[in-house]
């Protein structure tokens, strides 16, 4: 996979946890007996959703695809399988 073929899929996955996120917003202001398990949906959604921006992010200044800390290049088989990977794996096992 390529990286324009996976800032598409990040794209569209943006698009569509920032849909339910409105969504549960709706259900928000129409169910309060359901509040607990909405806000830990939205909470899960939120966090998705900033690792999916910062993603794109990272495609866009060229960074993707670089440890964050060390900046030593991933293993693209790795990427394929978890495109949020920030760290090599020497720099993750480091405390």
């Known amino acids: 996979m390529d990286l ?10 943006r ?3 920032s849909n339910r996120l409105k969504t549960i917003q ?7 007996s359901l509040d607990d398990v909405l806000f ?3 909470h899960k959604t ?10 794109i992010a990272l495609i ?12 030593a290049p991933l293993n693209s088989q790795l ?3 978890n495109p949020f990977q920030t760290m090599c ?3 993750e096992d480091t405390p």
């Open 4 to 13: 324009l073929e996976i800032k598409q899929q990040l794209t569209y996955q």
């Open 89 to 91: 794996e020497r720099c």
């Open 60 to 71: 866009e200044s060229g960074d993707f695809g670089f440890c964050q800390q060390c900046g």
């Open 40 to 42: 830990s949906i939205a």
């Open 26 to 32: 709706n259900d928000f202001d129409a169910n309060d």
């Open 46 to 55: 939120k966090v998705e959703l900033a690792k999916v921006k910062q993603t």
């Open 79 to 81: 990427l394929e399988q």
């Open 15 to 17: 698009q569509e946890l």
